[in-house]
């Protein structure tokens, strides 16, 4: 069970010299995902834990100084489930393409469910393995199986509407878990995958984000059960590449989808090493792995290498870059912050492009 | 009533493209693909006909080669609304006369002009046959006060079953006449051999000009700039299947469709006894026929 002494511990081991954590807690929020104009921006990192906090990562740089481990629980043999809520109800999309479902007009569905299913088993999936969850003394580590794909589910059955809340993602959530019926909610988590004309609020706001996770706990969202951990995947591409559309691939359509996979990519590994989302609860702090200022594995390498097209990114070592999944095809994704890159003083990793030092 | 088939693959298959034959393909009003093997309400022998030759006649859309024109548009000047695009329609552009050319510098004009190219995405004109046998030509209409050396750099890339992949590309290079009114830039594309008789879901144009001097001109739309696609009337992809007992085709058996291209067939194993219905679908491209039926009894 998760102890103040283990957070303590944990600071100590993180080699921080003025531990003293917060005397309240502080306000919970999403872990959002900034877009690339967005990276730095106060408004969309959580509170600093305690300490001196580092600085926010400056744009298309990792953010430095490793991760530690606050506690709560990961999901050591992680299942992704995807919900494409509404992509089949009226007016989700306004275009179709010839040969291509209507609920699907530009085939970000099948990009994310078949990098979900390849996912699983590669190197860059592997980078989470160094990170683990104390129990009764032992360190349980994440484990990188070939499948972690738990399901699909076109739920157009919920009438669905543009400016979603994060209450009714969280719902949809809930909804999801029935549906697949889970029970395993610690290695379990939810995408909430929105289509084309209907997003959730604060995306279509402009207020910054690509996506964010979360876990539901009563305080942030009454009336769901507790306990279940889902990300709001908005349709990246009304973004464009600010939220990472042709930042890997070359070519329109070859690299149209890119931010999806990045996107996506960024949330389900930052929810497997942080399913609790740094929320505290009575004083108990349920969150995972992240620094002391509130930046994940996924935060801390977010559009490393990114420059707008001027130069592929992945000639920045941890820079955005194609992975090739189990199933043999490429995929783009952002690298995952690594505390044993570069000697054990940590590094973005495993987007095939590492610093010559890897964890 | 009952029929005999023998039960060798290839001899039901002749025999079904025989019945297909003799009867022929229905009139052009008619739906475009029947079954006349088995004939509707017939009794069939599971015990002497492991294999049932299921046939018909089919018509598709003859694939003429033609040539399909694309403008380049623009709906607005520096907005967020620009909507730089390919179209098969050519009108006055909003966006005609702004400073769509750039100089060597990255980045000027905002998000269209990123990385110092445009891309000009089919808004309609799809899907579309590529006829990658012959080349693709077009012309960029340089305009303004731009003077001397232009290299004018297009390449090209398409859908093709939900995968980008690329077309071609060239490079053009024109001594642009300030005072004349269009300094027209030809360019041709040679389609990659991987596309032949690809059917196109999406296409886009990428436009990117450099020159010394060119940081005066501009595209000039409203049809002067457009790119000439050789393309089939129809899909050349023609495909029958079938479907047994199973309206939706989760699990469809293709047929082989006969020489002359207006016959299919195709053998399956004989079902369990019982009554059977049989569906059987043309694909022409992304054009799929409505399924037409026939309903036969299998006894022992």
Request: net charge negative; aromatic share 8%.
């Amino acid at each position: 069970m998760i102890k103040r002494s283990v957070l303590i511990l944990a600071a100590c081991f993180a080699g921080l010299s003025s531990a003293s954590a917060s005397a309240t807690a502080p306000v919970h929020a999403p872990i959002f995902m900034p877009n690339t104009l967005n990276v730095g921006n106060p408004a969309l990192v959580p509170p600093p834990i305690c300490c001196a906090p580092q600085g926010p990562p400056v744009a298309g740089e990792p953010a430095p100084v490793n991760m530690a481990y606050f506690g709560g629980h990961i999901q050591v043999d992680p299942k992704i489930y995807v919900v494409f809520w509404g992509w089949g109800e009226p007016g989700a999309f306004n275009h179709t393409t010839p040969g291509a479902p209507s609920d699907d007009p530009d085939g970000a569905a099948a990009r994310m469910t078949a990098f979900i299913k390849a996912m699983g088993g590669t190197s860059w999936a592997a980078v989470s393995t160094q990170y683990y969850e104390t129990v009764n003394g032992q360190n349980v580590h994440i484990q990188n199986p070939g499948n972690v794909f738990g399901g699909v589910w076109y739920d157009n059955a919920n009438p669905i509407h543009n400016n979603l809340s994060g209450l009714e993602l969280a719902q949809e959530a809930q909804r999801a878990a029935a549906h697949f019926h889970v029970t395993d909610f610690d290695n379990s988590q939810f995408v909430i995958a929105q289509p084309q004309m209907y997003n959730e609020a604060g995306f279509n706001s402009g207020a910054g984000y690509c996506a964010y996770h979360d876990y539901t706990e009563p305080a942030s969202y009454p009336g769901v059960q507790p306990g279940i951990s889902f990300t709001n995947m908005p349709y990246v591409l009304n973004s464009g590449s600010t939220c990472g559309e042709n930042s890997v691939n070359t070519g329109y359509y070859a690299g149209r989808l890119d931010g999806f996979t990045i996107v996506l990519g960024h949330e389900v590994e930052e929810t497997i090493t942080d399913p609790g989302a740094e929320a505290v609860v009575n004083g108990q702090n349920l969150g995972g792995w992240y620094d002391y200022a509130a930046y994940e594995n996924g935060d801390k390498c977010a559009w490393v290498g990114y420059t707008e097209g001027v130069a592929p990114a992945s000639t920045v070592p941890g820079g955005l870059n194609d992975i090739t999944g189990n199933d043999g095809k490429q995929y783009p994704v952002q690298s995952l912050w690594s505390n044993d890159s570069a000697g054990g003083a940590g590094y973005c990793a495993g987007a095939a492009d590492d610093v010559p030092v890897t964890g | 009533m009952s029929i005999n088939v023998r039960t060798k693959t290839a001899i039901v298959v002749a025999a079904a493209s025989l019945a297909a034959a003799t009867t022929g393909v229905a009139a052009a009003s008619s739906p475009p693909i029947t079954i006349t093997t088995p004939r509707a309400g017939a009794w069939i022998s599971g015990e002497r006909n492991p294999y049932i030759a299921v046939a018909g006649g089919v018509q598709f859309a003859p694939s003429t080669p033609q040539t399909t024109r694309f403008y380049l548009r623009r709906d607005a000047c520096g907005t967020t609304n620009d909507n730089p695009h390919l179209s098969v329609t050519s009108a006055t552009d909003g966006g005609d006369g702004c400073g769509l050319i750039i100089d060597s510098a990255v980045g000027l004009g905002g998000n269209v002009d990123q990385a110092a190219f445009v891309d000009f995405p089919a808004t309609d004109g799809m899907p579309l046959a590529l006829d990658s046998s012959r080349p693709i030509t077009g012309v960029i209409d340089l305009k303004g006060t731009a003077a001397g050396l232009a290299q004018v750099n297009v390449s090209m890339d398409a859908l093709v079953g939900g995968q980008g992949v690329t077309v071609g590309s060239d490079s053009a290079s024109a001594v642009l006449d300030p005072t004349a009114s269009d300094n027209a830039v030809a360019f041709t594309i040679t389609p990659s051999a991987g596309l032949a008789g690809a059917d196109l879901q999406g296409l886009d144009l990428r436009v990117s000009i450099s020159g010394p001097s060119v940081d005066a001109g501009y595209i000039g739309l409203s049809g002067k700039s457009f790119a000439d696609v050789p393309s089939f009337t129809a899909s050349v992809n023609r495909s029958v299947e079938i479907s047994l007992d199973d309206p939706t085709f989760s699990n469809p058996i293709p047929a082989r469709l006969g020489t002359s291209g207006s016959s299919w067939s195709v053998a399956i194993a004989a079902p369990a006894p019982g009554r059977h219905t049989v569906y059987a679908e043309s694909i022409q491209g992304f054009a799929t026929s409505k399924p037409v039926t026939t309903t036969f009894t299998v006894r022992r």
